[in-house]
């Protein structure tokens, strides 16, 4: 009895360092890249310059953006703008995901995958290039427009905020379709010839049976897209003009232009609490928790 | 003809190819009102396809399908008088009980009180009041199985299709069901039209069966025409257990005939409507229940065919113990072990006589060869 007993406690001594060994580069990534940084952002979003080199702790840096219209007014309409482009996102990408899951079978379906992923081979930067050559002045777009006669001088399509909605949407693309595939893939085919049985017409299979099913997916890609839109800093910058202003450019140029750490560091933590509530609230509207979602 | 005669589901030369194969080869039956109808055959052999064509969801290659003599071809499913209950039931897990059986209602546009109380009411009929609010995990297989009936059957179809919905059921709750399916179809009195290849299923719940082999109908007929005279080699072997041989035809007397196997048994056989002349190659069906087992053969001396050897396996199963009996030549025989408690001292090696009379070997044209 002795011996089993030790050998028992051994087995739980060597399944406790299974899991400390395997938790390790997760707790690591959390403390050194989130949790601590965050700690000192927020300890510094909290510190006001009073002098050269004289600061005093207070709310200051928050009361600044709350009183200022401008960077309210970015605040909101980069909150807006992303919110559209989960839309827009869903919206294309639901039909495409459908498709994959439910109507091609075998190759062909791999191939179609494969077709959404590819340009994620690209790099971001490179792939924004592509829209730039597409539709800036003198691009594919404004010529062939020119050649059809539909223009008679160069169009330039680029620098607004149609052009940056295009740009988020192409980005989030994948992160879309992916769960929304996986969601739908787990929809029984019978389930929908049941529907058709019982007098269900295409709309309200799409309405009652499809979209209920496929409500986890739909919310989980939502969260991811809206997440990185908001994120955003690099199709902004590049696909923007100069009206439109991203919330993340302006947190750059706190820290890298301005130098004041401290309203950047205001500013970032403006941008987590936005859309962490966003989140909480879809989440909400929906009835779905993210175990649910995530899991 | 009358509305009241009229036949609930005629098809009429039904064929589906796909490609270059044909899944159903010009099929025709006609299956009267409030009957249960069923097809049974191997997997693969066409009946899903014939299943899915009458609800609507494969379009024919040829022929004709008419619901209450009225041809259906040109109507999609969602409008077909007809409803399906799927193999794995299908019901429609983001939905509770009560909403699953008011689909099809509110499709149908009816107003809320009245399809509440349609859907009590089904449920009562089913057995399961008051389980509309519960999800459909929460149920057990077999109350599935009801909802999934009661889902079809609160819409009235002038057809009902179910395709193998006992397959995923346990042995004893399949049992059950077989017998509440009978009972649930004469309760609703609907047309039934039942496939699977459970030959036990069939031959409880049906008024008439077709057996169905590579996309064609064997043989149409009630359970015991299917099991007492099989008109093809394939039902004879299908439907039922039974020892099986080939030979030769040595002689023929109108349909009584003598076959000499391969392994050199003597048998006796009759093959009615069917000719078997003299040197043809034919086959024997005996069932394993038509043959008498006994210890010495005097005992058998009415039955035209005799033969003697010994225990070579005892299969026991309770009711359907069987004895393997191997002749002299080591040729085997399927034997039913009565329960009567005659045979209970066998044991293997011991010799033992069987035999059965004529009638009950069923003789076909061996195919091919």
């Avoid at chain 1, 919330?247 to 936005?274: C, D, H, K, P």
Wanted: include cysteine; proline fraction near 4%; hydrophobic fraction near 45%.
């Amino acid at each position: 009895m002795l011996c089993r007993d030790g050998t028992v406690t051994r087995m739980r001594a060597g399944q406790k360092l299974g899991l400390i060994l395997l938790l390790t580069p997760l707790l690591l990534w959390l403390s050194l890249l989130i949790i601590i940084p965050h700690i000192d952002l927020f300890l510094l979003s909290l510190r006001e310059r009073v002098g050269v080199r004289q600061y005093e702790t207070g709310l200051g840096n928050y009361t600044t953006i709350l009183t200022e219209p401008l960077y309210m007014v970015t605040f909101a309409r980069t909150a807006m703008m992303s919110i559209l482009a989960t839309a827009l996102t869903l919206l294309i990408a639901f039909p495409v995901s459908y498709y994959i899951a439910k109507m091609v079978r075998g190759r062909a379906r791999s191939v179609l995958f494969l077709m959404c992923l590819i340009p994620f081979w690209v790099s971001e930067l490179v792939r924004t290039f592509g829209w730039m050559i597409l539709l800036r002045e003198s691009g594919v777009i404004s010529g062939l427009l020119q050649w059809a006669g539909l223009a008679a001088g160069p169009v330039e399509l680029l620098y607004n905020d149609a052009s940056i909605m295009v740009g988020l949407v192409y980005t989030s693309m994948l992160f879309m379709v992916v769960p929304l595939v996986t969601t739908l893939d787990s929809l029984d085919d019978a389930v929908i010839e049941a529907g058709y049985d019982l007098g269900g017409s295409g709309p309200s299979i799409l309405r009652e049976i499809v979209i209920p099913h496929a409500m986890p997916g739909i919310v989980s890609g939502s969260i991811v897209v809206f997440m990185l839109s908001l994120g955003n800093y690099l199709t902004p910058t590049m696909l923007g003009g100069k009206d439109s202003l991203w919330f993340t450019q302006m947190i750059y140029s706190q820290f890298i232009v301005r130098f004041n750490w401290e309203l950047g560091a205001a500013f970032g933590f403006m941008l987590l609490i936005l859309s962490s509530l966003i989140v909480w609230a879809v989440l909400r509207l929906t009835g779905q928790t993210l175990e649910k979602t995530m899991g | 003809m009358t509305a009241s005669t009229l036949p609930d589901l005629e098809c009429d030369g039904l064929t589906k190819r796909f490609g270059a194969s044909v899944a159903v080869d010009d099929v025709s039956f006609s299956v009267p009102a409030g009957s249960f109808f069923s097809i049974l055959g191997p997997s693969g052999c066409g009946k899903t396809t014939i299943m899915r064509m009458i609800a609507g969801f494969l379009e024919p290659t040829g022929g004709d399908i008419r619901i209450k003599g009225r041809s259906v071809l040109d109507v999609p499913p969602n409008k077909r008088p007809v409803n399906m209950v799927f193999q794995h039931l299908a019901l429609f897990p983001m939905m509770n009980i009560a909403d699953n059986i008011g689909y099809g209602l509110r499709r149908k546009g009816l107003g809320k009180p009245e399809i509440a109380r349609k859907v009590d009411e089904v449920l009562d009929r089913i057995g399961l009041p008051g389980i509309g609010a519960r999800k459909v995990d929460e149920l057990s297989g077999g109350q599935k199985q009801r909802v999934a009936i009661a889902r079809c059957m609160v819409l009235e179809p002038d057809v009902l299709l179910l395709d193998e919905p006992l397959g995923a059921l346990d042995l004893k709750l399949r049992e059950h069901m077989k017998v509440e399916l009978k009972a649930l179809q004469a309760a609703f009195d609907t047309t039934f039209v039942y496939i699977t290849h459970d030959q036990s299923e069939a031959l409880v719940m049906s008024d008439r069966i077709a057996v169905m082999n590579a996309g064609r109908f064997e043989q149409m007929g009630t359970a015991r025409d299917l099991y007492y005279r099989p008109q093809t080699a394939f039902v004879a072997g299908f439907v039922g257990d039974a020892n099986r041989w080939q030979g030769r035809v040595v002689r023929a007397e109108g349909e009584a005939l003598e076959i000499k196997t391969d392994g050199g048994l003597i048998l006796r056989g009759v093959s009615p409507g069917r000719s078997l002349a003299i040197g043809d190659r034919a086959e024997v069906f005996v069932r394993p229940e038509a043959i008498r087992l006994a210890e010495n053969a005097a005992q058998l001396a009415h039955f035209d065919t005799q033969i003697s050897g010994h225990v070579a396996t005892i299969l026991f199963n309770g009711a359907a113990s069987r004895v393997i009996v191997a002749d002299a030549s080591g040729a085997e025989i399927e034997v039913t072990l009565p329960q009567s408690g005659e045979f209970a001292h066998l044991s293997r090696g011991m010799p033992v006589h069987v035999g059965w009379s004529g009638e009950q070997g069923n003789c076909f044209a061996a195919m091919g060869r």
